[in-house]
């Protein structure tokens, strides 16, 4: 087990200190100016851009607050990763894309796999590494339970077989966190198994789809007697579905939030275009004062999981609430963005680049807001069944 650090930080129980301590410094850090005006463009290059202000960020400790110190933390709690993201936005800076992906695996990695998560979170948070979530198949994402991708145990290994798609940064991720079949094929969720793969085992390619906005983001990933050993599986085999179930809980709340908190800035930075250009005329201003009450709303409910989360509550069907709340107001948003900059965002200049991406693949990325994680259908229809108990029909 991995012992760096297995002391707290100073602000760990203070999570008020870390936020001003943390705005300080993202305020007069000149080497942040780096990211501020990032040239970044491609997937590739701002994945890289990224894990490079990860490194940084990690030498001042900041991105470990919120993470365990046996892990490479300095402990404290989500409330000081929800803060980390919140003055990262605030401070005109991205939110590294590998941060996404680790709040949404890394806490079920840590409750289901300790001494995996303390081997290899402290390279994470470093910015050394970053992994992909291969749940979605062909014909099993809604209908996750439905997936055929085959992982056979042979001795103190797994042979994997099959194919993942949508598998969001999966053509530069180190490491993938499949779910694969360990049951029979009627097993349903009952039979299934999540593992860590390394992305350079022989018997696997990795095929880029490009996005409209000609981003490489998401990828197939296709498993050719895949070999694993058995200590890469993330809690019992053919439990499963206990720890995706798990993981939700997280990629419900804090990934809304990160990107609610990112939505947030980029409408105030609207609202300074709006006003500087007299660009927006009454029926704008009113859209954008309802899609701001919107996102404020769903930042809201994203705060309150959050809390709950920290309190060590489990966050049940109800989470589909922040999911349905955090895509609407995604897609509203650069739909107004959209409409107000005249289709600029479609055609965006070099200096309305803010985050990395511009403002073309923003509107783009938002499309898929209310597909990606569970589609707003299915988070209806889990808020009409578990959360409201209407009747079927
Ligand atoms: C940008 C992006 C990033 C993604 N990243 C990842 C990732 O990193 N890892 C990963 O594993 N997956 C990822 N996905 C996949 C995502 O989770 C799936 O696209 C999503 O779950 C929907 O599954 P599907 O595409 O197979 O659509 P389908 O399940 O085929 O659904 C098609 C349509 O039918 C509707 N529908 C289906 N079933 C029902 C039902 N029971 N009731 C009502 N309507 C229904 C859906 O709402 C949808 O409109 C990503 C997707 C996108 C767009």
Not at 220 to 235: S, T
Not at 266 to 285: N, P, V
Request: with cysteine.
């Amino acid at each position: 087990m991995n012992t760096a650090g297995v002391i707290p930080g100073p602000l760990a129980e203070d999570v008020t200190a870390y936020r001003r301590e943390l705005r300080q410094f993202l305020r007069t850090e000149p080497e942040l100016d780096t990211w501020r005006a990032d040239p970044a463009e491609s997937t590739e290059e701002i994945l890289q851009s990224h894990a490079r202000l990860l490194a940084l960020l990690y030498s001042g400790g900041w991105n470990r607050y919120g993470w365990p110190p046996a892990m490479g933390g300095l402990g404290g709690s989500e409330l000081h990763r929800a803060a980390f993201y919140e003055e990262l936005s605030m401070a005109d800076l991205p939110i590294p894309e590998q941060c996404m992906t680790l709040d949404t695996v890394g806490p079920a990695v840590v409750g289901f796999a300790p001494e995996l998560a303390a081997q290899l979170l402290p390279g994470y948070l470093r910015g050394d590494e970053w992994w992909g979530q291969g749940f979605s198949e062909p014909e099993a994402g809604s209908d996750l339970a439905a997936l055929r991708t085959r992982g056979t145990v042979d001795g103190d290994r797994m042979v994997i077989n099959g194919q993942k798609i949508w598998t969001s940064q999966a053509a530069t991720a180190t490491r993938l966190l499949c779910l694969v079949r360990t049951g029979t094929p009627e097993s349903r969720h009952r039979g299934l198994t999540i593992v860590l793969v390394d992305a350079d085992c022989p018997g696997i390619t990795i095929r880029p789809i490009a996005l409209a906005s000609g981003q490489r983001e998401l990828a197939e990933v296709f498993f050719d007697d895949v070999n694993v050993p058995l200590d890469r599986v993330i809690g019992e085999i053919n439990g499963g579905w206990a720890v995706a179930m798990y993981l939700m809980q997280w990629e419900r709340a804090m990934y809304c939030y990160a990107s609610t908190s990112r939505l947030m800035r980029s409408m105030q930075l609207l609202r300074d275009r709006m006003l500087a250009d007299d660009i927006a005329g009454d029926a704008e201003t009113s859209a954008f004062a309802r899609i701001y009450v919107q996102l404020s709303t769903a930042k809201a409910r994203g705060l309150q999981s959050i809390r709950r989360l920290a309190a060590g509550e489990k966050l049940g069907p109800e989470a589909s609430v922040d999911k349905l709340l955090c895509g609407q107001a995604d897609k509203a948003a650069y739909d107004l963005v959209a409409e107000v900059m005249e289709q600029a965002s479609l055609v965006a200049a070099p200096a309305d680049r803010r985050y990395a991406h511009d403002w073309s693949d923003q509107w783009w990325y938002s499309r898929a807001a209310t597909i990606m994680g569970g589609s707003a259908e299915i988070q209806r229809g889990i808020i009409a069944d578990h959360v409201l108990a209407l009747p079927k029909d």
